[in-house]
């Protein structure tokens, strides 16, 4: 199969070589392909489609940028505007850090959407990669959108060094928040103890590593400075408080990152008080 990949970064570089180790033909050129995997920031998805729209006509699109797209609102919400009833538009998200991907360990990965689904998984998958199929694009996405907020969260309380119950009580915490959120949404319950939220949330990622360093009491802007990067889940963090509030739903665990990250609220304060939420 031809494919073409969008961002060349430490994801889409992994998956890159690793479609290439199952035989597939990379391409520079969408209008060349059969099969576009989108691996850019989320912010960027809408973007990079809309400039390669005239040379889209039968390809299947693959997302596998996690986040929000603007304003509180998810990948699918955007790309339904742009591209109303437009077949062939799938989500793969779960736990699968780049490195990982190009060592050949075992992952598990949830690939979303209509119909179509089996085909793709056939040529996806391999004996290092599980392909899990559901067609809950909703509560898939908002897993996907609000795992690297909570991530940060869960690294937040890891830094604080109060102990593994305390880990394990805000990391249930998470998903119980996310859980809410998606369901307001529309997205089916079960989704949310599958790899797209229980699954990804589980990893050492970026964003929890960041979480760790806040949880330290050093601020965004030294954090930022020592490690020249800034995770995904920083710019979420707005945007998933935009979305609750547009929901009218209660999100402390969103409210207080946003407070420790935005407003220099003092993280020892906050993460009391998120315990005893």
Do not use: W
């Not at 920083?234 to 420790?260: F, Q, R, T």
């Amino acid at each position: 199969m031809k494919i073409t990949i969008l961002g060349n970064g430490i994801f889409g570089s992994a998956l890159a070589t690793y479609l290439s180790k199952k035989g597939h033909t990379l391409v520079d050129k969408a209008g060349d392909s059969e099969l576009i995997f989108v691996c850019v920031t989320s912010n960027m998805v809408l973007p990079s489609l809309l400039e390669i729209k005239k040379e889209i006509s039968t390809q299947k699109i693959i997302i596998c940028s996690k986040g929000f797209a603007k304003d509180g609102k998810l990948i699918s919400e955007v790309l339904e505007e742009e591209f109303k009833n437009r077949k062939g538009i799938y989500y793969l998200y779960g736990p699968s850090l780049a490195e990982e991907l190009n060592k050949g360990v075992p992952t598990g990965m949830v690939l979303v959407g209509k119909e179509g689904k089996e085909e793709l998984k056939k040529e996806i998958e391999s004996n290092n990669l599980y392909i899990e199929l559901s067609s809950d694009v909703i509560g898939v996405e908002t897993s996907a959108a609000l795992k690297n907020v909570m991530a940060i969260l869960i690294g937040v309380v890891e830094g604080r060094e109060l102990g593994q119950n305390a880990n394990a009580l805000i990391f249930v915490k998470a998903v119980e928040e996310i859980k809410n959120i998606g369901i307001a949404l529309g997205g089916k319950i079960e989704t949310f103890i599958g790899l797209s939220c229980v699954g990804d949330l589980y990893l050492s990622s970026r964003n929890r590593c960041f979480g760790i360093e806040l949880g330290k009491c050093k601020s965004l802007e030294d954090i930022i400075k020592e490690t020249n990067y800034t995770p995904a889940g920083v710019y979420d963090i707005k945007d998933a408080k935009i979305m609750v509030e547009k929901l009218g739903l209660d999100a402390p665990l969103i409210e207080s990152l946003n407070k420790i990250v935005f407003e220099k609220y003092p993280v020892e304060d906050a993460v009391n008080e998120i315990i005893s939420i």
